[in-house]
T-cell receptor, first 109, second 113 residues
């Protein structure tokens, strides 16, 4: 069993829909990261969380430390949001992250 | 452009050859990380540096792999006697330290024939 599990693995939705991607982890962590990866490889950091909730534009990330669970929400989704979203946890506090397998999101116009 | 640059972006080589990848982090960043990503998988940690010191290496990093960060600036990752299983995207990331945002490069894709 992977230390970081994401669901769903693939998600297709229509433009404007509210999107939720889930991440569960099985180890103690010092922080959790949400990352976005576009085709071709480039990864962009979206959020780093150690508790509570963060919001940036149409993106919202939440974490429940007791339940070892985090969610990434996208409101008013747009085709340009199509990408792979990756959850990663910092286990040892050195930012050497343990990654989930990613969720491939496709938003159709 | 995140400010982290990697070179080359794509390398095709024959099995048994040596390859070297370079990463130039954001200039004031103390931490530099190397990750490997195979198709359809999330990245896996390989090694990281605090300035010029290599603080940790994953057990994934066999004896054929070596990484350096002379003078605490750019870093190189060398793979000797490449094998087909080394085919992957090699990602570099840098940060100011724990609690600061990680910035990733575009990656160097290795194909071993």
């Amino acid at each position: 069993k992977n230390e970081v599990e994401q669901s769903p693995q693939n998600l297709t939705a229509q433009e404007g829909e509210f999107i939720t991607i889930n991440c569960s982890y099985s180890v103690g962590i010092s922080a959790l990261h949400w990352l976005q990866q576009h085709p071709g490889g480039g990864i962009v950091s979206l959020f780093m969380l150690s508790s509570g909730k963060k919001k940036h534009g149409r993106l919202i990330a939440t974490i429940n430390i007791q339940e070892k669970h985090s969610s990434l929400h996208i409101t008013a989704s747009h085709p340009r949001d199509s990408a792979v979203y990756i959850c990663a946890v910092d286990v040892g506090g050195a930012q050497k992250l343990v990654f989930g397998q990613g969720t491939r999101l496709t938003i159709n116009p | 452009d995140t400010g982290v640059s990697q070179d080359p972006r794509h390398k095709i080589t024959k099995r048994g050859q040596n390859v070297t990848f370079r990463c130039d982090p954001i200039s004031e960043h103390n931490r530099l990380y190397w990750y490997r990503q195979t198709l359809g998988q999330g990245p896996e940690f390989l090694t990281y540096f605090q300035n010029e010191a290599q603080l940790e290496k994953s057990r994934l990093l066999s004896d054929r792999f070596s990484a350096e960060r002379p003078k605490g600036s750019f870093s190189t990752l060398e793979i000797q006697r490449t094998e087909q299983g080394d085919s992957a995207m090699y990602l570099c990331a840098s940060s100011l330290g724990w609690g600061w945002e990680l910035f990733f490069g575009e990656g160097s894709r290795l194909t071993v024939l």
